[in-house]
């Protein structure tokens, strides 16, 4: 996801390198948190494979700072990423945020209500933390109150993200 969040603010406005940590950060630093030590090999590697460019500018009174921009092959990779998730970016939460937070890039409402559509039929199988004799165990089925905790939670935010995708999806299928 590091490299989908990188080439999505990229694609926004170029940044410099300490700019675009801290927006990474901000969205999946929670998560998972974002070290010089992942994201500058991951500019490197990037960079490498003509995914993004980096120039010199001068800095107030500093030394020249390096702005990194998005190139066309990193645009197309962006795109791919975006239309064509691998599962468990559809099925992972904070993974799943990570693609939201880009997906108006994608310029087809038709692309975009797919990947939607993807998360609503994952969202829609029965599911849980627990499972007893190979069946989900259901809310008020759990003896112990922290892991019905759990449960009431999980299901809270599932019937709020579902209602927002289907009420996103009608939208995409008006616009479309």
């Not at 950060?25 to 490498?48: E, F, K, T």
């Not at 107030?60 to 390096?66: E, F, G, N, T």
């Not at 066309?72 to 939201?100: H, V």
């Amino acid at each position: 996801m590091l490299t989908l969040a990188i080439l999505g603010f990229l694609a926004e406005r170029p940044l410099h390198a300490y700019e675009l940590r801290r927006h990474v950060s901000d969205l999946i630093g929670h998560n998972r948190p974002v070290s010089d030590g992942a994201l500058y090999p991951a500019l490197q590697r990037m960079h490498r494979s003509g995914l993004v460019e980096r120039r010199s500018e001068p800095g107030d009174s500093a030394p020249p700072r390096q702005i990194l921009t998005i190139t066309d092959e990193g645009n197309a990779e962006l795109l791919r990423r975006l239309t064509t998730p691998k599962e468990a970016e559809i099925t992972d939460g904070g993974s799943f945020f990570t693609l939201l937070a880009f997906l108006s890039l994608v310029p087809d409402p038709g692309q975009q209500a797919a990947v939607l559509q993807r998360r609503l039929d994952f969202l829609t199988r029965p599911a849980s933390f627990f499972q007893r004799s190979g069946a989900p165990v259901r809310i008020r089925d759990e003896q112990d109150r922290y892991r019905r905790g759990m449960l009431v939670m999980a299901r809270a935010t599932q019937l709020a993200e579902r209602a927002w995708l289907e009420e996103t999806l009608a939208d995409l299928g008006q616009a479309s």
